[in-house]
């Protein structure tokens, strides 16, 4: 058993973690009859049979507060949506946000993609609880996605003409989704 356990600096540990690439997300959610949303870039799938996802949430933020047992959406943002990220971050934009509303509750129109879901299970995440929710609709669109990179938003770029693992059992093209189907 280790006993010197080494002491993180967490600003170096931020740093480092920046260098991985991430989408930009926003999640929604309804209190009390209101839409409320926070920018995300914590989000990912972890399950195909049940179809679910997982947001992490800063347990001191007031969304994270929000989402204990509410159905919430993912708002996959697209690349010239930059402002609605940092609306949702805390630096609100002059015009309103325009928003949408469906069975799981507000949506933000425009987004490359959104994932409604009802909540599945939360769990302790130290400075953050990650909340799973179990995929109800999903709808996406064509488009370049918003990517947050080493603190600064980022453009995609061009995409490789091959992919190596295109001939794998790993490609998503070669597994079966017809059991979820999108919403129409």
Known sequence: MRTD???VDTRQLRNCL???ATGVTVITTEVDGHPHGATVNSFTAVS???????VSLDRRTKACGYLEDRP???????EPQDDVALHFAGKPRTEPVEWAHGEFGPRLPGSLAHVACSPWRSYDGGDHVLFLGRVEEFEFTGGDPLVFYLGEFRHLGTAFETVPWMESA???????FSWLRPVS
Do not use: A, E, Q, Y
């Open 48 to 54: 195909l049979d049940p179809p679910l996802v997982l």
């Open 5 to 7: 356990i080494m002491k």
């Open 72 to 78: 919430f959406t993912v708002n996959l943002l697209r």
């Open 18 to 20: 920046g260098h991985f």
């Open 170 to 176: 790993d490609c998503p093209s070669t597994l079966d």
